[in-house]
DNA sequence: TACAATGCTGAGTAGTTTAGTCGTGAATCG
DNA sequence: CGATTCACGACTAAACTACTCAGCATTGTA
């Protein structure tokens, strides 16, 4: 059931360049060491981003990546759908055969339950979740200066 | 992110033992033949669900499984997990570190998905499958008659 | 132009998981 | 006893995961 690391790892790696958005290009070694991401397998998950739109990169010194859209427009669901293909628990619940006849009467079960996870998914922006991370820090900082 | 094929054949099983209920044991191989399971595999799947108390069996000819308890004590949540292991989307967010710190600042999402995940199974029972079926073979004998 | 910094790509890989099969043994009924 | 049924563990092929690595392409700077 579980999901595979890619999927967090992209997700981290967006954040982090939306995080930096607006101060040009970031390199993958910085992406890596600031979210603890093995670096040659970042590497993969960025090309793939890239393939999909997500970002824009540039080579050369003073090279790295960047968002190609506001992290507003960008959902957690499309990152993640990216990354990971499909994020249908059950074969039978995958978007190609929603149309196909319920094989096993548990189907529909699943079929909400696929539902509610992508609304979920969709609802939510990498830069709600920079934003939560800028709380979080906040909330840290606000301790030890007490 | 799919699920194995364990809980979806467990599920199965026990919605044809529910259906089978009261009348004797229920062999293996009509299982099998009924939900068009590999009958050695569901083997292992009933030798678990045994260990976990969802059904009861008796050797010998005339042998067979039955549920030890009513289908409607039965969730669905319990089957899966039984079957499955943990159905936590990530490791952050399984069971055994709710406690812990948030590491990536997506988990959250996950927690939420996940607990509404476990509710939405935790609400369903092997005897509303069964009913689920028999409205669905109801429709398509009425289909034909008419 | 040389060269260093950076990204791009595909091949390879060790380990794990999945979805089973098979064989042997144990219990039970007649 | 012998047929029937479950019980259990060993084994396996194929796929997937989470990487690493080597080599090439592009770009900025001196
Ligand atoms: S076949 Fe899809 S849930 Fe059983
Ligand atoms: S570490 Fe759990 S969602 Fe990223």
Redesign the interface.
Known sequence: ???STKG?YG??AL?DLAKHAGEGPVQRSDIARR?QLPESYLDHLLAQLRRDGFVRSTRGPGGGHELTRPAEEIT?LSVLECL?G??????CVADANRGGE?L???S??WA??YD??RA??AA?TIAE?VE??RQ?ERAIAANYSI
């Open positions: 059931m579980l999901l967090d997700v981290r954040i979210r957690l990971e499909s994020l249908a628990p059950m074969v319920s096993c009467g548990q529909w079960v909400e339950i509610d996870m979920r998914l939510v979740l939560h991370e979080h």
